[in-house]
């Protein structure tokens, strides 16, 4: 399935049954945690949640999470979950949070190249769709401009996949597992997620990026600011508990751009993942005191963040962070003379999106 969930699939495959039994729509306080700072709980499904004969669910979907997420495939990019009507119907109930959509789905992802059962000789997607490749012209070879046009022909097959479910506006969650076919070529594993991005995007969907930080770093590596990719929402894997997945919220989202608005955890013993929808953190503008001139001090003013949200602190040169100012006070060089100096204060809370807000720069006479 996914995460830690992948490594389960020998074993779940061998039940005759799975009974699938997401959290309750609200959480319970955890050890570690208050009433204040607990998060709603979600619950995610796919083919490990079935019984093997016919497509059905296995035992029974109960209880309505707060939020849930369907995989569409069956662990394989191009294969199909034999529950997904039946775990879409399930999903559709769920009863919704403020910080996310109700339902939501997830595919499976891959760059097989050349080895693929079908990889693009041109431009052109399996269904037929003309594109504007932004990598250059596909030519049957493995590397960037055909893995756009293979992703974007995922995208297409897994919209018919899930049929009326499909509508515009719904959120698919791009899954980047490396137990899954990849290339060496990063650049090109990114094309394939490019491509998925454009053909959901085109079909008026929501996108979002789905994976343990150890996979992603793996199969894409750092995304340049000049993808598509770069200001997509994160859900991130590799929690164990509640509290952990709530602290996984606060931390660094899978691409720059973007924020984690959902972590996964599965608990020990338990046969279905559960999710916590992150909530989004503001802060007020930071305000810079002192005299804005060389030889003297400057410093930082966060004002009012929310009761619990740690604060660090990163001063900015044109633009630029200036290496090793991380206090709230600054130092102006006479190598600062000329140039904008301003200050970004970054906010963590558990259980929240972490949030940065710059102040206005002021020039160094």
């Not at 910080?99 to 399996?126: D, E, I, M, Q, R």
């Not at 893995?147 to 980047?176: C, H, I, N, R």
């Not at 994976?211 to 750092?222: K, S």
């Not at 608990?267 to 802060?283: F, K, N, T, Y």
């Amino acid at each position: 399935m996914k995460r830690r969930a992948s490594l389960l699939l020998a074993a779940l495959g061998a039940l005759a049954a799975v009974v699938c039994a997401p959290a309750a729509a609200q959480a319970a306080p955890v050890a570690g945690t208050s009433t204040t700072t607990a998060r709603t709980i979600g619950a995610d499904v796919s083919y490990p949640q079935c019984d093997g004969h016919g497509g059905t669910v296995a035992g029974s979907l109960t209880g309505t999470p707060a939020f849930a997420v369907v995989g569409v495939n069956g662990g394989v990019a191009t294969s199909t979950n034999p529950c997904l009507r039946a775990e879409l119907s399930w999903a559709a109930e769920a009863a919704g949070d403020t910080t996310a959509p109700a339902w939501s789905v997830y595919v499976n992802t891959a760059n097989p190249g050349l080895a693929a059962s079908w990889w693009p000789s041109s431009n052109t997607t399996k269904a037929g769709t003309r594109l504007s490749n932004p990598n250059g012209t596909c030519t049957h070879r493995a590397g960037a401009a055909c893995a756009f046009v293979y992703g974007w022909s995922l995208a297409e097959q897994d919209v018919l996949k899930a049929g009326g479910f499909a509508k515009p506006g719904l959120t698919w969650w791009l899954d980047v597992e490396a137990a899954n076919t990849w290339s060496r070529d990063r650049t090109a594993n990114r094309a394939v997620l490019e491509g998925m991005t454009a053909g959901f995007q085109t079909a008026g969907m929501k996108v979002g990026l789905y994976a343990l930080r150890t996979d992603w770093a793996d199969v894409v590596g750092t995304v340049p600011w000049t993808s598509p990719l770069t200001w997509l929402p994160s859900w991130l894997a590799g929690a164990y508990t509640h509290w952990e997945a709530m602290k996984a919220c606060a931390g660094a989202p899978l691409t720059r751009g973007g924020r984690i608005a959902v972590t996964q955890y599965l608990p020990d013993g338990a046969q279905i993942d559960s999710d916590v929808a992150c909530a989004v953190l503001h802060g007020p503008t930071p305000v810079v005191r002192g005299t804005a001139a060389a030889g003297t001090w400057l410093s930082a003013s966060a004002g009012a963040w929310p009761a619990g949200t740690s604060l660090t602190y990163q001063w900015r040169r044109n633009g630029t962070d200036v290496r090793g100012a991380t206090s709230r006070s600054y130092y102006v060089h006479q190598s600062d003379r000329g140039a904008v100096v301003s200050v970004r204060v970054t906010g963590t809370k558990a259980g929240y999106s972490r949030a940065s807000a710059t102040s206005a720069g002021h020039r160094i006479p």
